[in-house]
């Protein structure tokens, strides 16, 4: 036992943990006493996450190269790790890129903003690479203490602290259900290893598992849907994406969900894979819910905040799709194929979603942030190259072709027409007509009404670049489709060969 | 066949152009708005040229796709960038083309805003049509399919009327409804064929139970597109609603979709479910000619007028088109081509009087041919050409559907002619109250004749549309030997029925 554990799978995590300390700990010696120093520090210590980001980026996918175990089992690093791990990256970059404005104008530039987020970045890489129940709710804990604290990071504001507490209580209890089923599963199958547990339901596959363990998985279930925001644990999500400063909320809508939806994947078809049969049902179900209500509750939203989450509830929906059809059995191309719809459906999210929130992050008017969808009225007049960006992301979030959106939704729904699931694909479809209305809405706002009061203007350099960068990965897609699919069928491969 | 891949070049040539508009710089409105103008005209122009050449080159002996064009897209999932145009197609392609540089001068001077999101707009539509009508993969057709949406949305939202939001609204969620479970139905058959290729799909035969789904997938998009009775309602509030261009593209083009889908998809591939539904089709159809055509004759607003007036010629063509002889279908394909020209200018000559006096409400004129002789004579070639009058486009098209009904169902034919009566009437009716009687009405003592600009938009048309009824031939050789051999199964099918010995030919 004395012999020390092979570090390098989880090397880049180990120089993320080491960054963010190192750059804590320069921020609090830098900033000294005068609180004038303070948004200089900030923006110094952001800065320089940015750059950590980008190098433990270069580490991910260096190191990349087949499956890597180590910790006893408990960490692995294969190729379906390193896509998502990939994915958590670039939506923590991207948040940093687009948050340092809003950050010192709102007042709120401190130097933990960076440090949280790289923690919280840590916890999200560890659940991707966790193979085993510990290291799952470890890393799900790191990750959810840094976003507690992120939530209310605007501290004088009361909608932001009442966001936190929110997420924290409700955070809480959705990590108690959890550990609940941790503890159930390892009571009734004497494990907590993934691969243990995998071995031990492929051993034994015509024997039905006992109830303790069906309802130890539905407990893990209900904590991971509470952790991707999907109905029925879904009520947190519009108040905290509402009240959590904008670029906390746009972090919340791409890394934590990425991070939840991968470890998601991987304990259902990993150590739960042969138990399909148990918990397929109730990811069918939560698809459906979540796309309903996804789409019909933000039809009445006049903030665009929570019309983001709804939408982003929605889009859960279909990602979950993907995961029913792995469950469904059959084939293994075919679960193959669903697994591989939701890693190119996340992927797509994620620009999409970052490229919103960065438009809905440059609505200020005379100092103070704006958030009603009425407050884009005109905007193709104001800002034109604002709204043909916006509006590009909502024609793609609404799936409509060649836009990015609609690949996501078509290798979804092409999975889900293979595994034979006709009637989620039905719904499917009809409800992102429904879902379309509302994303229409935005572009009539900002396309059809008369200019109200403009936003202000030009808009910040960083923001322009992100807008510009993802609105381009968005239009043009579709005309190199080919790294995206591959990347996705190796992570896939990786996935199911573990 | 040359290795130049013409029909891409006619496919992305206006793309090329909106990036061009898309670059003008800033500066001065009136100049920026010129350069939009006279940039789309020209690669408008220049496209329509090009697709020329499709025609000139197009060889009439054989039924395979031509100019052929396949680079791989999605290796891993066997999707490819598929290109080709046959018999059908062909024409859809050139009306297209024809039709968008007379947009682009038909707003010349009537569209003063936002002009070049309105340009770049157009061009976009066209990419996606074109692409549409020429695209030999299923999944590549449906984003050209459901790619017009966009454009065509923010068209009619942005420069519509006062109730353009609504109407704009209604348009995309009711082709994306009909849209999207044609998803469904083009995933299963992917799916189950294992190729997205629409050759490979035409010669594969699905399951007859596979087929009654697929088929009503299918029909729910096109019936939608086309619009056949009942789904027809977003079409009268898109026409009136939108701009003048934008209704010829939508009259003229954008309801062609269906029809083609009906030739592409529906009849080759589904074969059987095919003629198990022909009579829903002929059922809806009547219903549409009829009933539509009295719903036009009440109608007190020129464009909405028009726009019934589709509806009930797109009954005519789905009653040729599921008659599966060969006079029907080419007959339907004519009348598609001449409907897509004479509804067009037909919008157009509403729109002339419209820039003049900013109402289409018939009562608003009267004795216009007192006051605008040229206008007048256009107006009536068109109205003729719509009803069907011979030595005009309509006739030829009316005709050959009519003939080949007759061979199918009398019945089913006595009522369709019908429309032909009621046509007339309506028509006829429209153009006496507008043109005829005297100049009571004190503003349109004023009103001017068409100047230059609206005499060459409407030039080509008048040309084509008296080409097409005093000399078919060229047209009809074009898709003759496609549609042969399109209705070959079925053929044979009867051939078998009736029991006359195949040997005997």
């Known amino acids: ?498 | 066949m040359t290795e130049f891949p013409i029909l891409s070049l006619v496919t992305f040539l206006p793309l090329v152009g909106a990036g061009f508009i898309l670059a003008i710089p800033g500066g001065d409105a009136e100049v920026v708005r010129r350069n939009a103008r006279s940039v789309a005209l020209w690669t408008s122009m220049i496209t329509l040229l090009l697709s020329l050449f499709l025609w000139v080159q197009f060889d009439t002996t054989t039924a395979a796709f031509q100019f052929e064009e396949r680079r791989a897209w999605m290796p891993a999932f066997n999707i490819s960038y598929h290109m080709g145009v046959d018999g059908i197609s062909m024409f859809f392609v050139l009306l297209t083309t024809l039709l968008t540089p007379i947009c682009v001068l038909a707003s010349w001077e009537t569209v003063t805003d936002r002009v070049k999101e309105y340009m770049i707009a157009f061009l976009v539509m066209e990419t996606m049509m074109v692409g549409m009508f020429s695209a030999l993969d299923v999944v590549l057709f449906y984003i050209f399919f459901e790619g017009v949406l966009i454009p065509m949305f923010l068209i009619i939202g942005v420069w519509g009327g006062p109730r353009r939001v609504y109407a704009a609204f209604k348009f995309f969620l009711y082709t994306l409804t009909g849209s999207v479970l044609m998803l469904l139905a083009i995933l299963a058959m992917y799916f189950t064929a294992g190729t997205a290729d629409i050759p490979a799909l035409m010669e594969y035969g699905f399951s007859a139970d596979m087929q009654t789904w697929l088929w009503l997938a299918f029909f729910a998009s096109f019936a939608v597109k086309l619009p056949m009775w009942p789904v027809h309602t977003w079409l009268p509030d898109a026409h009136v609603e939108a701009p003048t261009a934008g209704s010829v593209i939508l009259a003229g083009v954008l309801l062609k979709f269906g029809g083609y889908g009906f030739l592409r998809f529906s009849l080759p591939m589904f074969p059987d479910a095919t003629i198990e539904f022909a009579p829903l089709i002929f059922t809806l159809s009547i219903i549409a000619v009829i009933y539509v055509s009295l719903v036009a004759l009440a109608q007190e607003d020129m464009k909405k007028l028009i726009a019934y007036s589709s509806v009930a010629h797109m009954g005519f063509v789905t009653v040729g088109v599921f008659t599966l002889t060969a006079q029907g279908i080419e007959g339907a394909i004519f009348m598609m081509l001449s409907h897509g020209v004479i509804s067009a200018a037909l919008f157009l000559i509403v729109g002339v009087v419209y820039d003049r006096m900013h109402s289409r409400d018939i009562s608003t004129y009267g004795g216009l041919v007192h006051r605008m002789p040229v206008y007048a004579l256009t107006f009536m070639l068109f109205m003729l050409a719509s009803v069907g009058l011979p030595g005009t486009g309509g006739f030829i098209g009316e005709f050959l559907i009519l003939l080949g009904i007759f061979q199918v169902n009398t019945w089913v034919a006595a009522l369709t002619a019908t429309g032909v009566v009621l046509g007339a009437m309506y028509m006829l009716y429209m153009y006496r109250r507008v043109i005829f009687g005297k100049v009571i009405k004190a503003d349109l003592k004023a009103i001017l004749d068409m100047n230059r600009r609206e005499v060459m938009v409407f030039a080509p048309l008048i040309l084509v549309v008296l080409w097409m009824g005093l000399y078919p031939a060229p047209f009809l050789d074009v898709m003759h030997v496609s549609v042969d051999n399109l209705i070959e199964p079925f053929e044979q099918a009867r051939r078998a029925a009736s029991g006359v010995a195949v040997a005997g030919r």
């Open chain 1, 1 to 498: 036992m004395a012999e020390v554990p092979n570090l390098i799978p989880a090397l880049p995590e180990i120089f993320l943990v080491c960054a963010a300390m190192a750059l804590l700990m320069l921020g609090v010696f830098q900033s000294g006493d005068e609180g004038k120093d303070e948004v200089k520090t900030a923006q110094l210590i952001s800065n320089l996450s940015l750059t950590t980001l980008v190098l433990t980026l270069l580490l991910v996918t260096t190191i990349a190269s087949g499956p890597m175990l180590t910790f006893g089992g408990m960490f692995i690093n294969d190729s379906f790790a390193v896509f998502f791990k990939v994915l958590v990256l670039i939506a923590s970059a991207l948040t940093i890129t687009i948050s340092q404005e809003y950050m010192t104008r709102q007042g709120i530039a401190r130097l933990e903003f960076g440090v949280l987020i790289l923690l919280a970045t840590v916890g999200m890489m560890m659940m991707i690479s966790a193979n085993d129940l510990m290291a799952m709710y470890l890393g799900l804990e790191v990750q959810s203490l840094s976003l507690y604290v992120l939530a209310s990071f605007q501290r004088d504001d009361m909608r932001s602290t009442e966001a936190g507490l929110k997420y924290f209580v409700l955070g809480a209890l959705a990590s108690g259900l959890l550990l609940y089923g941790c503890s159930l599963v390892y009571g009734f199958a004497g494990t907590t290893s993934f691969d243990t547990l995998a071995a031990l339901f492929a051993a034994h596959p015509e024997e039905a598992p006992s109830v303790g363990l069906v309802i130890g998985i539905v407990f893990i279930l209900a904590g991971l849907a509470f952790k991707v925001s999907a109905v029925p644990f879904h009520m947190w999500t519009p108040d905290v994406y509402e009240g959590a400063p904008t670029p906390v909320t746009a972090f919340f809508s791409v890394g934590p969900k990425i991070a939840a939806l991968a470890l998601f994947l991987r304990i259902m078809i990993g150590p739960f894979g042969d138990l399909a049969a148990q918990w397929q049902q109730i990811v069918v179900f939560v698809a459906i819910a979540s796309m309903v209500l996804g789409a019909f509750a933000a039809i009445n939203q006049t903030n665009i905040k929570r019309l983001m989450a709804y939408s982003s509830i929605g889009h859960i929906g279909y990602a979950l799709i993907g995961l029913a059809v792995a469950g469904q059995g059959g084939d293994g191309a075919v679960r193959e194929a669903g697994i591989q719809g939701v890693l190119i459906y996340m992927a797509i999210y994620l620009f999409m979603n970052v490229g919103t929130f960065a438009c809905i992050l440059c609505m200020r008017r005379s100092d103070h942030m704006v958030e009603d969808i009425d407050d884009l009225a005109g905007l193709s007049k104001s800002h034109p190259m604002m709204a043909v960006a916006l509006a590009i992301f909502m024609f793609s979030m609404a799936g409509i072709p060649p836009l990015a959106g609609f690949f996501g939704k078509f290798y979804i729904f092409l999975a889900a027409v293979e595994a034979g699931l006709y009637g989620l694909a039905v719904i499917g479809v009809l409800s992102s007509v429904v879902a379309a209305f509302y994303y229409l809405r935005i572009v009539k706002v900002m396309y059809f009404d008369a200019l109200g009061d403009s936003l202000e203007k030009p808009i910040g350099r960083d923001m322009a670049g992100v807008l510009v960068g993802t609105s381009l990965i968005i239009l043009l897609f579709f005309a190199w489709p080919s790294p995206l699919l591959s990347a996705a069928a190796a992570a896939t491969r990786g996935l199911f060969a573990g």
